[in-house]
């Protein structure tokens, strides 16, 4: 199974820009799809972005258009940024790995304890 460690989370403000960080070990980098995955207070864990071992993404009606996820397999790590932060967006934000493509949690078998991200009004 592949270790991830997020990291970046943090208090910010309603319209500040944020970067999240996965650092990946034990398991070929380049070959899976990763993924970001945010769980907001009192809700389930719900699809943010994916990126693919090509580089083709996904991203959630939600944050389409106001984030980017990118990926440098050299350096086994995968990074979210977030423009326009707002108070829907605070949550726990977990990075995950997957064989394959997909949008759904239960498509990835590799997940990270999680970094927090809080959006003030």
């Known amino acids: 199974q592949v270790h991830l460690v997020e990291s970046g989370g943090g208090l910010v403000q309603a319209g500040d820009s944020l970067r999240l960080s996965c650092a990946a070990s034990?398991?070929?980098?380049?070959?899976?799809?990763m993924g970001w995955f945010r769980q907001p207070p009192g809700k389930e864990r719900d699809f943010v972005a994916t990126?693919?071992?090509?580089?083709?993404?996904t991203y959630a009606d939600s944050v389409k258009g106001r984030s980017t996820i990118s990926r440098d397999n050299a350096m086994n790590t995968v990074w979210l940024l977030m423009d326009n932060l707002k108070p829907e967006d605070t949550a726990v934000y977990y990075c995950?790995?997957?064989?394959?493509?997909?949008?759904?949690?239960?498509?990835?078998?590799?997940w990270g304890q999680g970094t927090q991200v809080t959006v003030s009004s």
């Open positions: 990126i693919n071992w090509t580089g083709t993404k």
């Open positions: 995950a790995a997957a064989p394959k493509d997909g949008t759904s949690p239960f498509d990835f078998d590799s």
């Open positions: 034990g398991r070929s980098f380049h070959s899976l799809t």
